[in-house]
């Protein structure tokens, strides 16, 4: 690659990010006049939290992916279960797989020190995701904010909302397309399997039963495949039984690609994007070309981080972003 393309990659986003910004209801530095430390703040929680467990980057831009997805990006993937409710944290998505929630507490118990009641818990989800993705390698990029908490949050709207791991292409091409995101949108989202790891349950049926049979998935890489197998028998229901999603499962690169077109992908909706010719296309692409899709993929989380939000005086600033405020 030449020296000057990676720099026209970053000239693209930067303008790209400023169109979707100013044509937004939210805005890069709403924080400047109210509480100017607030990105520090939140950078400083993630850093420390991620030297600590690296893992970590994977999940708080996972959960930033689950809280607008259901209802928007509201922060109602924070909300504690209540007698009466049970909440999408509780949800078979979400629990025991999404964690990090010590994170955002950590952030917003000093924002709520030196703010108070200033800065969302929604916000501070779109913060900690940006500042994981650049710490594992990604492009950083500028967040607009000015989103405001919602007060509801019911695991019965995971389904329908968030793409299970069996998806095909079709499906998933749908999925986000009800999100308001192209197809090619979401084959760069897709990438964010680039971080993190997964339980045995999400994919085992390709191991083992795979269309209701007994036989193994033949679209695997019978390397790869008895690997698997190693990692999680047959019939394990061990919760603390986790295996990487990519073969760089802490860094943010183009790597999760590469390993689909090696039949690799872990999961039926990471190989399900090789069935059709436009989303292998753009798989191929997106190997080849690394920096474009980190630009690419910074861009589509800049619109992710603007579905649903609610702005002005709708919602709430939460004071404990496991409860609404009284």
Known sequence: MSPSKPTLVFVTLSVLLFFQSVHSQLQVGFYKDTCSSVEFIVKEEVTKAIVKDRGLA????????HDCFVRGCDASVLLDSTPSTTAEKDSFANNPSLRGYEVIDSAKARLEAVCKGIVSCSDIVAFAARDSIEMA????????????????????????????????????????ANKGFTQEEMVTLSGGHTLGRSHCSSFSDRLYNFSGTSMQDPSLDPRYAAKLKQQCPRGSTDPNIVVPMTSTPSIADAGYYADILANRGLFSSDHSLLTSQATANQVVENARNPIKWKAKFA???VKMGQLDVLTGTA???RANCRVINS
């Open 299 to 301: 861009a589509a989380m």
């Open 315 to 317: 919602g709430e600033i």
């Open 58 to 65: 994977a999940a708080l831009m996972r959960m930033h992916f």
């Open 137 to 176: 390698g990604g492009l950083g990029y500028d967040v607009p904010a000015g989103r405001r908490d919602g007060r509801t949050s019911l695991a019965s709207e995971i389904i329908g909302n968030l793409p299970p791991p069996t998806f095909n292409v079709d499906q998933l091409t749908q999925m986000f």
